[in-house]
């Protein structure tokens, strides 16, 4: 099972609503991951988990606030948002501390998010 | 902050021809990998190489890697229109093995 679960798949919220996106791996990864992409944009890198610590942050505003409740869930706790943070959420996993061999990240088909 | 760029932006070939696709990166790797991903969908990945290896194969997928030009490329060979997607490298900080940054990408479109 090599799969990432992200739900929902898409959410329309509120500029003053609070929200939740959702992520599931039973792949026994030890590291997950947050990135935000708009349209043809790359990904970009928001928080990475590794055993169930927070062990990046990239300048997030706090608006955004993740959780990892235990080593398959990572959940992205949404609150007064902006237009401007529409974009698709992609969550992802890894193996951890596999340094110079390599470290491959199974990512998750994402959660679209509109904000209105 | 993006590590990688990757140029071209978007490259559109016939079906049968072959695709190349080059990347630069900025600091010291463990290794570099490359992804797709079809519009609005997850990335996938494709082929990950070491920074002490010169090249890799994987079926259609050759990748090659200079370190001492911080730069990789890869080649699709006899393209197909299903090969249509976006194509992006990723690296990841010498020290930190989870920070994965991903290059600007490459667009391809394979017409048939």
């Known amino acids: 099972d090599t799969e990432v679960t992200q739900t929902p798949k898409h959410l329309v919220m509120g500029m003053t609503n609070k929200k939740s996106l959702k992520c599931e791996q039973h792949?026994?990864?030890?590291?997950m991951y947050w990135y935000k992409q708009k349209a043809k944009k790359p990904p970009e890198l928001m928080f990475v988990?590794?055993?169930?610590?927070?062990?990046i942050n990239e300048s997030v505003p706090s608006r955004f606030s993740p959780e990892c409740p235990n080593s398959s869930l990572l959940n992205l706790h949404l609150h007064a948002l902006q237009p401007e943070d529409s974009a698709l959420y992609l969550c992802?996993?890894?193996?951890?501390?596999?340094?110079?061999?390599?470290?491959?990240?199974?990512f998750g088909e994402g959660s679209w998010l509109t904000v209105v | 902050s993006q590590q990688g760029e990757e140029d071209p932006q978007a490259l559109s070939i016939q079906e049968g021809e072959n695709a190349t696709m080059n990347c630069s990166y900025k600091?010291?790797?463990?290794?570099l990998q490359w992804y797709r991903q079809n519009s609005g969908r997850g990335l996938v990945h494709l082929i990950l190489?070491?920074?002490?290896?010169r090249e890799k194969h994987s079926g259609r997928l050759r990748v090659t890697l200079d370190t001492s030009k911080k730069s990789s490329s890869l080649l699709i060979t006899a393209s197909r229109a299903a090969d249509t997607a976006s194509y992006f490298c990723?690296?990841?900080?010498?020290?930190?093995?989870?920070?994965?940054?991903f290059g600007a990408g490459t667009r391809l479109t394979v017409k048939p």
């Open positions: 992802a996993s890894s193996l951890p501390g596999q340094g110079p061999s390599g470290n491959t990240i199974y």
């Open positions: 792949m026994g990864h030890r590291a």
């Open positions: 988990y590794s055993y169930e610590k927070l062990s």
């Open positions: 600091t010291s790797i463990n290794n």
């Open positions: 190489i070491r920074s002490n290896e």
């Open positions: 990723a690296t990841d900080a010498s020290r930190l093995w989870d920070d994965m940054r």
